[in-house]
């Protein structure tokens, strides 16, 4: 299993994605913007607007390589052990420092966000991705977490219940690994608050004396797999439901704290935007709009004031 | 001068300022909302919301103290020289590694950031902020920037006229030194765009051998209090323009990209939010409203285009 069969699975899982979200918004279709990376490689951008259900999403497909970037060494050290390997940076040492030629790198995978019209429809995000170097490193990361503008219960113990399914047939540990995992990636420290409902991430997922790559593909084809029948249950379920301006009005604020966890913690966006990624795919996870209030906060007893108490890591969803 | 002299200074230049802005306005009052800070100290934040001019808006006044936060001595001890100064922690170390007790800081200052309806009117910042410890270690820093949405050629070089003016009466070096700063500053390295036209930027100036510290505060309160004739100015010269739904469109994707500012690039608002600061103070600088159109791209010939062409580092307004 080379990279090329991964890259092409994750080519063909980007294609089988979009035909069934176009199938359950009925209108919208996804555009495609094909892209050149000037170090190695390229992708795809797949883009809808303004579909019936869908208001703005990407689902993006990327295979690049080249030289390891000097921010990705200096963060690999501790954890790959390579401090003392030929050819790699020293932390804190810039390309014009650092012996030549590093590493060279591969990575491809699939990252998706869409945003729905109906704050009823909750926001989605899934991430599949390997990675390996000429050294011999290789792994596989990824999630899909949910944020509901308004927290349904029976939506979020059908998501995790799925997710843990997903889980389960790989590993006994993984959900309650990963699901946790999730819960403190998708945080918005500066507001005590996750993102949404959380769901599962993993990172750096490598083959082992009790695991092989072929198994780690295996489970990640499996979460990859679950979004389109997972999101697509939710919007035909959820997309007729009545709402007004104060439920698009809550739609927005809570779109502004999606944009301020993307921009501020996420650490895909952040290492993408300082090492010269493509911002446009990089930032399709932005909404169509959003809104900020100084201090809002929703009334006591009310529906968005539910949600917010939500909004907080281990909550035993299934 | 010591800083209960500075911090009083700075808390009438915010009450100063908030009436010039109330009386411009027309219609909007600024109102009060105080906070302490757990650590020590506190602030008045002052907020405006849908005005007559100003949409949204903040002048905020803070003096807070306590010990300094690890994460301020890690940046400071290349420039600061303090390495092996007892007490200090090394780079990297945490609280539970220290030394204790670390040095004391005190902080002091006003922040602005004004978003007006008009999108002929320019979003405004302004800060200026004194920092000392109790090492000894004092600086003031500071900056005004402004963002047109559509550059008036005329409207540019009037503020970078005015910020020159204020800037020759203290050094004839001044403008030059940080009008560059602010280019280098307010940059959106993922867009490569400026944030606005400019201004000017300054941080860590202390005193020495040839400028006292009642000398670099003078120039501090020139700063501070050519804000309000600044921005009046522009407030009563443009609230009046007509505009329609393309420009309101285009204010709200220019919205984004200062969000976008913000939250990846603003040092001070990712030290903010890093270090437990106030996150509505903080974030007071976030627009109303903001929109993001994927790979978005105006006309050529078009006034937006124009703008777009403007928001580059080195042009010489002044």
């Known amino acids: 299993m080379d990279k090329e069969y991964i890259t092409d699975w994750f080519r063909g899982l980007q294609d089988r994605i979009c035909a069934a979200l176009e199938g359950a918004d009925g209108k919208g279709r996804f555009e495609r913007d ?50 003392s390997q030929p050819g790699l940076r020293p932390e804190g040492a810039t390309l014009a ?66 997710l843990r399914a997903v889980c389960d047939r790989h590993h006994p540990a993984y959900y309650s690994r990963f699901k946790a995992w999730a819960d403190d990636y998708f945080y918005l420290k500066h507001r005590q608050e996750t993102r949404g409902i959380g769901g599962i991430f993993f990172d750096h997922l490598a083959p082992d004396a009790s695991t092989s790559a072929e198994e780690i593909f295996a489970f990640v084809r499996d979460v990859g797999d679950c979004l389109a029948p997972l999101y697509t249950h939710l919007m035909r379920k959820n997309a007729g439901l009545a709402f007004g301006e104060p439920e698009k009005q809550w739609q927005s604020l809570r779109r502004g704290r999606y944009v301020e966890f993307n921009l501020v913690w996420d650490r895909g966006t952040k290492f993408g935007l300082d090492t010269d990624g493509r911002t446009e795919s990089i930032l399709m996870s932005l909404p169509p709009h959003a809104q900020w209030e100084y201090d809002h906060r929703p009334e006591p007893g009310s529906r968005e004031r539910a949600t917010l108490n939500w909004l907080r890591k281990g909550v035993a969803w299934a």
């Not at 790198?105 to 699939?110: E, H, M, N």
């Not at 949910?146 to 219940?161: C, I, K, M, Q, S």
């Open 34 to 83: 094909a892209w050149e990376r000037p170090g190695g490689g390229g992708g795809l951008a797949r883009v809808i607007r303004r579909g019936n259900i869908l208001e703005k999403g990407g689902v993006n497909f990327s295979a690049v390589h080249g030289e390891t970037p000097a921010q990705l060494l200096g963060h690999l050290q501790p954890e790959l052990g390579m401090g």
């Open 97 to 162: 420092d650092a012996p030549r030629p590093g590493p060279d790198f591969y990575a491809t995978g699939v990252s998706i966000v869409l945003h729905p019209y109906n704050p009823m429809v909750p926001i989605i995000h899934m991430n599949v991705r390997y990675f390996e170097m000429s050294t011999g490193v290789r792994w596989f990361g990824g999630g899909i977490d949910l944020t509901p503008h308004y927290v349904d219960e029976e939506d979020a113990r059908y998501f995790h219940g799925r």
